[in-house]
């Protein structure tokens, strides 16, 4: 089976500054790839380099087993590849179903006599969030009004809907408590489950890994590691992500100072 995206030895430099080097991943369809790391450890990088924000400077970069640079996120989003930012792009005051076109809205008439078609919208984004399981009260609903969860949720099932191939989550549960952070990992798996490939970057192992089929672990643009689920506990992740055999010196040596 060829991968949506493969990534082989990546790098990227600012100038004199490496964000990130000699990094390989693969992004299979069905799958969930997750990228871990503390802030600095090129997460961001990677995102941009996938969605088409900048080019890398060094590796291979595959969509679907073809050669790619993007020129800009329009080449990445013709290529099926959707990116959900932390802040969403959406605008809190618009309604539910507007923010699930924004600039795609449908229409009626033509020429200048085109107005927009809003009972087509409203029933359209109303179909593909019950798609998704998305249950909303009104679609009229300002977004604004909506949980920090179902705002997530809305931001998916938007990029499924326009026929993304790949979804690349970045951060959705930073800014969630324990409940709505489960609420997007329920849906982050449903994408999963319906054959798309989904690249989740996060720094929280807890919530990687009951979804994840796979782990890529940065740290200062560095991988320190690919992983299958079959080949890392949660324990060993966790470990790995906390500094592990630097906080094992760490401990070692507050010891000897108590003594």
Known sequence: MTALIEVEGIGKSYGSVIALRDVSTVVNAGEVTCVLGD???GKSTLIKILSGVHQHDAGRFLVEGEPVRFDSPRDAL?????TVHQDLAIVPL???????????????????FQMLDRRKG??????????MGIDLRDVEQPVGTLSGGERQCVAIARAIHFGAKVIILDEPTAALGVKQSGV??????????RGLGVVLITHNPRHAYPVGTRFLLLKRGVSLGSYEKS??????LTRQMAGGAELEALEHELREVAE
């Open 122 to 131: 409203r029933d359209t984004a109303r179909s593909a969030l019950a798609d």
């Open 94 to 112: 618009m309604s539910v179903w507007r923010n699930f076109f924004l600039g795609a809205e449908p229409t009626v008439g033509f020429g200048p």
């Open 184 to 193: 997007v990992l329920r849906y982050v798996a449903q994408a999963r489950d």
């Open 78 to 82: 013709d290529r099926g590849i959707a």
């Open 231 to 236: 080949e890392i506990s949660i324990e060993e």
């Open 39 to 41: 802030n600095g450890a």
